[in-house]
């Protein structure tokens, strides 16, 4: 998934060439993309492994409440998302040839707060549409629309922090 991650960070290098000024422009739309495909075949993944072996029933039964279930499926959802970013974040400055942005401690906020939504909202779903033939369609289908909102304040965010605005010119995306 990391690799798909990189794969289209690359395709993205070699196909767009605007000015760099231009790219600052359309850097965060581009990475958040990136995040959320990577991040919703990281959650299909997860599923299909318990549902092609039937080990969710296995794990229903097992002693412990559901909700810890949830947490534990929604922890290891949003690890596996900041690894992949951790990974792929500098590529992307990197092959785009990006500045680096002034406060990285508030880009790491976002990302980390961005993440949880994404974790908690694609782990919901992914649970519900696990048991459904066409999962793999479908996932992705509930997922974007239910994320857009998150997904625009995080690129609106990430946006105004490359760009080196300050807190005060982009806390309503942030809240």
């Known amino acids: 998934m990391i690799t798909f991650g990189a794969a289209i960070t ?12 231009s790219m600052l422009t359309f850097a965060p739309g581009l990475m958040w993309m990136v995040f959320l495909f990577v991040s919703v075949l990281a959650l299909h993944r997860s599923h299909s492994l318990e549902k092609e072996f039937d080990a969710f029933s296995m794990i229903l039964s097992a002693p412990v409440e559901r909700s810890v279930l949830f947490i534990s ?21 990197l092959f785009l040839q990006l500045p680096l942005p002034a406060n990285l401690a ?42 857009t909102p998150l997904l625009i304040s995080a690129v609106k965010s990430t946006a105004s922090i490359m760009d080196n605005q300050p807190f005060n010119q982009w806390k309503l995306w942030f809240q």
């Open 10 to 21: 690359l395709l993205y290098a070699f196909s767009f060439r605007p000015s760099p000024e």
């Open 73 to 93: 499926k929604y922890l290891s959802g949003f690890i596996f998302l900041v690894v992949a970013q951790m990974v792929l974040l500098p590529l992307f400055f």
């Open 106 to 147: 508030q880009m790491v906020a976002v990302f980390l707060l961005v993440d949880l939504g994404i974790s908690a909202a694609g782990s919901l779903l992914s649970g519900i549409v696990m048991r459904v033939r066409v999962d793999e369609m479908l996932l992705p289908l509930m997922l974007f629309p239910m994320v």
